[in-house]
């Protein structure tokens, strides 16, 4: 069983920046493909970016590519997700995921979830 906890989310300018965490717990992340997805109400959640167990492996969305980048620390069982340029349409929750299998855009391929981080950014 994983425990995912994110944290750093907030209210920011467009043009600014912010860098959300996720921090585990349960057991070790090192073996986990880890995921960002975002939320907004009456919306899918949506795929951001993923990062494979030993970080050489990246992937984004093309609304984030470019903006947004992804990274890990499995010492400190952590995941980050650097957010630059804001936008006010990345107003979100955003959710961490942990998954088994190899890196994925799609939400059901995702076992462990976290609760989620407001990230809100006006205009």
């Known amino acids: 069983q994983v425990q995912l906890v994110e944290s750093g989310g907030g209210l920011v300018q467009a043009g600014g920046s912010l860098r959300l965490s996720c921090a585990a717990s349960?057991?070790?992340?090192?073996?986990?493909?880890m995921g960002w997805f975002r939320q907004t109400p009456g919306k899918e959640r949506e795929f951001v970016s993923a990062?494979?167990?030993?970080?050489?492996?990246?992937r984004y969305s093309d609304s984030v590519k470019g903006r947004f980048t992804i990274s890990r620390d499995n010492a400190k069982n952590t995941v980050y997700l650097q957010i630059n340029s804001l936008k006010p349409e990345d107003t979100a929750v955003y959710y961490c995921?942990?998954?088994?299998?190899?890196?994925?855009?799609?939400?059901?391929?995702?076992?462990?979830w976290g609760q989620g981080t407001q990230v809100t950014v006006s205009s």
């Open positions: 995921a942990a998954s088994g299998l190899s890196i994925t855009t799609m939400p059901t391929s995702y076992n462990y």
């Open positions: 990062i494979n167990w030993s970080g050489g492996t990246t």
């Open positions: 349960g057991r070790t992340l090192s073996r986990l493909v």
